[in-house]
């Protein structure tokens, strides 16, 4: 049973270029997070999607933006990139109504790296 | 922000308990207190949760205190994979997002 994929695995962007990481969550789950993860701090909640709508959304700006597709794989985008979004992007799922703090599944995360 | 408090690391020798404290005096009465992990390389992992009585799984165990300000994480025999750091967060029943805070960074010691 694949658990949540994401990719690329590293990426490499100049600044004010656009990016677009891609997650295809657990088997049965049909809620995707995304988070950003900062050298040597916590995961920061950005978004959550489901049923393709952007459900509740942390404190980002517009330059993150996301899409989930009919098949519940769901595409984060960053335009205008600073050095500053270099982090860790994180993708969690999980089945609705889920409910609290548990049932989420992560993936690995997407290392981008903005020069 | 985050609700939790953590120490910022812990040592813990292989084979003994490990003890992860968690203070959240301003919890709730509708919030539960989730546990992940994180090990390096990788995304976080789900550990355990509770409301107010102490739970065990097949991971670990959760002591709540009675007035639910505080809490423990408690590994039973650290083994060398257990070395990750470690995320006490608070949140409710419905579809609020978890919030992570910076967690304590275990380190288990041969």
């Known amino acids: 049973d694949a658990g949540v994929t994401q990719s690329p695995t590293h990426l490499i962007k100049t600044r004010g270029q656009q990016v677009t990481l891609r997650c295809s969550p657990k088997?049965?789950?049909?809620?995707v997070s995304w988070y950003q993860q900062a050298l040597g701090q916590g995961p920061q909640f950005i978004f959550q999607?489901?049923?393709?709508?952007?459900?509740q959304r942390g404190n980002f700006p517009d330059r993150f933006s996301g899409h989930q597709f009919p098949n519940y794989s769901s595409e984060l985008n960053v335009n205008a990139l600073l050095l500053g979004d270099s982090a860790l992007y994180l993708c969690?799922?999980?089945?609705?109504?889920?409910?609290?703090?548990?049932?989420?599944?992560f993936g690995s995360g997407t290392r981008l790296t903005v020069v | 922000d985050a609700k939790t408090t953590q120490p910022p690391s812990m040592d813990c020798a292989e084979g003994r308990a490990a003890n992860l404290p968690c203070n959240h005096s301003?919890?709730?009465?509708?919030?539960?207190v989730y546990w992940y992990r994180q090990i390096h390389s990788q995304g976080p992992q789900y550990i355990i949760h509770?409301?107010?009585n102490n739970e065990t799984n097949e991971m670990a165990s959760l002591i709540i205190t009675e007035d639910r300000k505080s809490s423990t994480l408690i590994l039973p025999h650290a083994t060398l994979r257990d070395t990750a750091v470690y995320y006490c967060i608070v949140c409710n029943s419905g579809n609020t997002p978890l919030v992570f805070g910076k967690g304590t960074r275990l380190s288990v010691i041969a």
């Open positions: 301003t919890i709730s009465g509708n919030e539960y």
């Open positions: 969690a799922s999980r089945k609705d109504p889920g409910g609290g703090g548990h049932g989420y599944t």
């Open positions: 999607y489901y049923e393709e709508e952007e459900r």
């Open positions: 088997s049965g789950h049909d809620t």
């Open positions: 509770g409301l107010k």
